[in-house]
DNA sequence: GTCTTCTACAACCAATTGGTTGAAGAAGGA
DNA sequence: TCCTTCTTCAACCAATTGGTTGTAGAAGAC
């Protein structure tokens, strides 16, 4: 359903399996039979989570006979870090507003209200990926 | 199911619309009415939405009336980044280190090889977060 | 050739997700 | 008081997810 990038980056590592395997092919390449080894999970789930993985752009796979070995992508870490930085940075931008704006009633000793919410009419971008 | 606290994170922004919301919070706050405003699905549903990110911790409500404003909040973040930062570093050093054994490879005229993978007896972390 | 190993595919199942509608609670305005 | 607004809750539904088992293909070992 959901079928954009950072949705499926998302989602992939929205599951500790998945993560747990991220976390694994950082140390090294390794193959299906290998990941799946620490899990009380069958192969077949893990060849399932490696597919999410494969889809999300997060791990590639080789060929070695009858093995295919996975390996990170580590390139695909930066779509998330970009997203995350550019929202992060603007709350925090934000935040330090209002502290501005907090620091300049006390100053006119206006009592403090609650904090404020957009109002209603203004643009916003609709719909669609906050590219 | 999945139930930790960066598996919700994760999850919470494995959806265009979260992301979106997230991206409009990082503006200003708003109320439910005014994040549902711009799409085509139900009050209820940008509500559900809105209960995702609150239990990731992405976002808090204060009161106003009968209103809910929401608010984002920037430090769960630094979890996210922490997990990537780490995971894409390990990637990137372990890339650099097979520059430079390719690279004495050459040195010695030994064929390029299939990368390697991780040997089979070899301990790693058993199951959980690779925290 | 046959056997074994490693992986993928298909069908199935239970639980979750993302949406709907309808009703109800909470709070201000008439 | 009653009415309206804003939000949530409950029940329901279709699609997806994460697991299973069984089967089949691909490739080395015998």
Redesign the pocket.
């Known amino acids: 359903?959901v079928d954009d990038r950072l949705s499926r980056v998302f989602?992939a590592l929205?599951?500790p399996?998945r993560r747990d395997i991220v976390a694994r092919l950082a140390v090294g390449d390794a193959?299906?039979?290998q990941l799946a080894e620490p899990y009380?999970?069958?192969?077949?789930?893990v060849?399932?989570?490696?597919?999410?993985l494969e889809d999300a752009g997060l791990v590639t796979?080789s060929r070695d006979?009858?093995?295919?070995p996975c390996h990170l992508e580590a390139e695909v870490f930066d779509l998330m870090t970009r997203w995350i930085e550019r929202y992060r940075r603007a709350a925090e931008d934000r935040f330090r507003r209002l502290d501005a704006v907090l620091a300049e009633m006390s100053d006119d000793a206006v009592p403090h209200t609650q904090p404020r919410t957009r109002p209603h009419g203004q643009p916003h971008k609709r719909r669609g990926e906050a590219s």
């Open positions: 359903m989602g929205a599951d399996i193959t299906v039979g009380d999970v069958s192969v077949q789930a060849s399932k989570h490696l597919k999410v796979r006979a009858q093995r295919r």
